[in-house]
């Protein structure tokens, strides 16, 4: 969803009921680590394609007399940390409206359990967008991109069709121009045909969290501040060759950028691993892949399954190749989605 689609703009209708859908995002340029924990700001810059698999589904519905904000995840209470932060983000939206009614959100999410795919940006941008049209705030695309922000750093990105740049902002000045620095924005790309295939070697909880790991790894590791800084120069180069349309050219700076980030880890103290077994017999099946003449890169975020950017066409190739892979448990295709929209209608 670009900035100027009217998808983005109905948030500024009051309705006091409103449902909307809302894609995961996987970051070819990785965002690891903050420098402002309250306000969601990330260290660097980061960019990623919106997914059209796995959809979330939230229907927000302001309830007038309530004592408290009702949230069912799936069709079951939500609880602990979940529910805090999809109430707290509640109390950010109705703060901003003027409006104090407490609300009833009904969230449907369709993301496998442990596939690697992060549910926290598609459900928070689904929540930004419905709770932005109940409550009546009038958002565009970058403002609400910087609310999603609020809830999931990386839901900022899910806002957008396609290829999406969030920009980590400045923490100068008072909280509020740094609240306004930090959004994300679409990046254009020229004849693209790409496919994301993802393979989900564990399911297993990680034993470290991924807020853990951000700090551990900014705190304690030699290699951040270097990686940090060839990150911004991967986005510099990742803008260009989306620009020129050249997908090898992608796919080769988006693994050399999310090795990096595990290298970063891996040097933390304690030291933080999330690289398996599994996970380096499907990074070896990538690179037999590329020796066959398949343009295959691959791709990972703060836990073991791997993702692997390609050509469409070459996409069955590949998950055919990740699936020999044992114990790969099961492999995902999925190509460039929509950004977060509202749709009429409520969840079951």
Known sequence: MSAEQPSALL?????????????????????????????????????????????????????????????????????????????????????????????????ENTVPTGAGLASS??????????????????????????????????????IFDGFAVWHAGHTGGTPEEADLSSYAEPVPAVDLDPALVVAVVSSAPKEVSSREAMRRTMDTSPLYEPWAVSSRADLTDMRAALGRGDLPAVGEIAERNALGMHATMLAARPAVRYLSPASLGVLDSVLQLRREGVPAYATMDAGPNVKVLCPRPDAERVAEALRAVAPVGSVHIAGPGRGARLVAGECR
């Open 11 to 107: 948030s500024a209708q009051r309705t006091d009921i409103a449902t909307a859908v809302a894609q995961p995002n996987i970051a070819l340029i990785k965002y690891w680590g903050k420098k402002d924990e309250r306000l969601f700001l990330p260290r660097t810059d980061s960019l990623s394609m919106t997914l059209d698999i796995f959809p979330t589904t939230t229907r927000v519905r302001l309830a007038p007399g309530a004592g408290q904000d009702r949230v069912t995840f799936n069709g079951e209470p939500a609880t602990g940390d979940a529910e805090r932060r999809i109430t707290a983000f509640l109390q950010l939206v109705r703060e901003r409206s003027g409006r104090g009614e407490r609300a009833r959100v009904d969230t």
């Open 121 to 158: 940006a598609s459900g928070f941008a689904a929540l930004a967008v419905a709770a932005a049209a109940a409550y009546g705030l009038g958002l565009d695309a970058r403002g609400l991109s910087r609310l999603a922000r609020r809830g999931s750093g990386s839901a900022s990105r899910s």
